[in-house]
T-cell receptor, first 113, second 114 residues
């Protein structure tokens, strides 16, 4: 069965600092990988996705993520965090083309002024 | 920008009551989903729906749950007899054929069972 682990429950960074959110997955074949963001009172918004090809994927709002098969990781990065990035971030893995995503537990990001 | 809309945003109900959560997916989407998130826990898959039938469901989706697409626009989740442990945020999602895996989520319906 597939699973996703986000080791960091909470992360606090200063505005303007760089950010990396960790995600490790477990799946036997090549996974479909996603990062979603959830702002307070909002639904889940897709930041980026990886299906195949270039292992460094670019997303919205200046985010990127790198798929590392050898480490079973799909970490999310941003070079300079803005206060509006404060939210909860979820990594997810899908086994097939679109059905049943398995989510990690989420990482809550706080941004200090 | 098209979006998935859900109603109600918050519902409080007594244990044992029936609840219907409603969703209007993006109009040209064909795949529909319900997920839930119990407070402080992971987002969990409940069910997927395509071509007027369930295509996949999790072990959470037992006989107390049902889904329906009663008309061309709504997609509903019914819980027949609510339990305390059904208290959660329920998310509806949809996707079109062109975007495998790219689910578009609604803002969620918070269900509180007393």
């Amino acid at each position: 069965a597939q699973s996703v682990t986000q080791p960091d429950i909470h992360i606090t960074v200063s505005e303007g600092a760089s950010l990396e959110l960790r995600c490790n997955y477990s799946y036997g074949a090549t996974p479909y990988l996603f990062w979603y963001v959830q702002s307070p009172g909002q639904g889940l918004q897709l930041l980026l996705k990886y299906f195949s090809g270039d292992t460094l994927v670019q997303g919205i709002k200046g985010f990127e993520a790198e798929f590392k098969r050898s480490q079973s990781s799909f970490n999310l990065r941003k070079p300079s965090v803005h206060w509006s990035d404060a939210a909860e971030y979820f990594c997810a893995v899908g086994a097939s083309a679109g059905n049943m995503l398995t989510f990690g537990g989420g990482t809550r990001l706080m941004v200090k002024p | 920008e098209p979006e998935v809309t859900q109603t109600p945003s918050h519902q409080v109900t007594q244990m044992g009551q029936e609840v219907i959560l409603r969703c209007v997916p993006i109009s040209n989407h064909l795949y529909f989903y319900w997920y839930r998130q119990i407070l402080g826990q992971k987002v969990e898959f409940l069910v997927s729906f395509y071509n007027n039938e369930i295509s996949e469901k999790s072990e959470i989706f037992d006989d107390q749950f049902s889904v329906e697409r009663p008309d061309g626009s709504n997609f509903t989740l019914k819980i027949r007899s609510t339990k305390l442990e059904d208290s959660a945020m329920y998310f509806c999602a949809s996707r079109g054929l062109a975007g495998p895996g790219e689910l578009f989520f609604g803002e969620g319906s918070r269900l509180t069972v007393l």
